[in-house]
């Protein structure tokens, strides 16, 4: 059965701090995973990744997908309080086209 | 360009009624997907359509069904509502998969008693 594992579910930490993310997964015919953040609506999408070793990045936020050990990393440096949100991870496969998503990370940061 | 709209916003329903929610995109997409999220949970998805005519089951297509018949609205069928029912329902769109990503719609907090 496919799936997505996203740790540590929650996370509290003080403004300032570099928080990282992680999502594992195991799916058949992997073709993306995905990023999401979500606070108090709909997700917004953040990075899509397809290929291994390349790190997206934009602004604090960078990212990066190892598709040997199937997982990928979520890295947030000099939090601020708005990056409070629940972090999504998402794969996307080839078979039937389908998206699974992991439960999420709560991140909080602290003033 | 509003995107994706859903509607409603919230609504109540008593076990066993029905409703359909409403999602509309305006980005000439062929993929899109209805999604539902249970409180702590991540997204679940329930029905996905890769264009007008075209539907599949996803992960919990149980008590819900879905029609295509445009490329814009893909709305979504409760026919006996169920108290595991209660969640928030997203609706989302893509151009393809592979290199794009979903946009969501702002979501329809549904609650069944």
Known sequence: ??????????????????????????????????WYKQEKKAPTFLFMLTSSGIEKKSGRLSSILDKKELFSILNITATQTGDSAVYLCAVETNRDDKIIFGKGTRLHILP | NAGVTQTPKFRILKIGQSMTLQCTQDMNHNYMYWYRQDPGMGLKLIYYSVGAG??????????????????????????????????????????????????????????VT
């Open chain 2, 54 to 111: 075209i539907t599949d089951k996803g992960e919990v297509p149980n008590g819900y069904n879905v029609s295509r018949s445009t490329t814009e609205d893909f709305p979504l069928r409760l026919e006996l509502a169920a108290p595991s029912q209660t969640s928030v329902y997203f609706c989302a769109s893509s151009r393809g998969t592979g290199r794009y990503e979903q946009y969501f719609g702002p979501g329809t907090r549904l609650t």
């Open chain 1, 1 to 34: 059965e496919d799936k997505v594992v996203q740790s540590p579910l929650s996370l509290v930490v003080h403004e300032g701090d570099t928080v990282t993310l992680n999502c594992s997964y195991e799916v058949t015919n992997f073709r993306s995973l995905l």
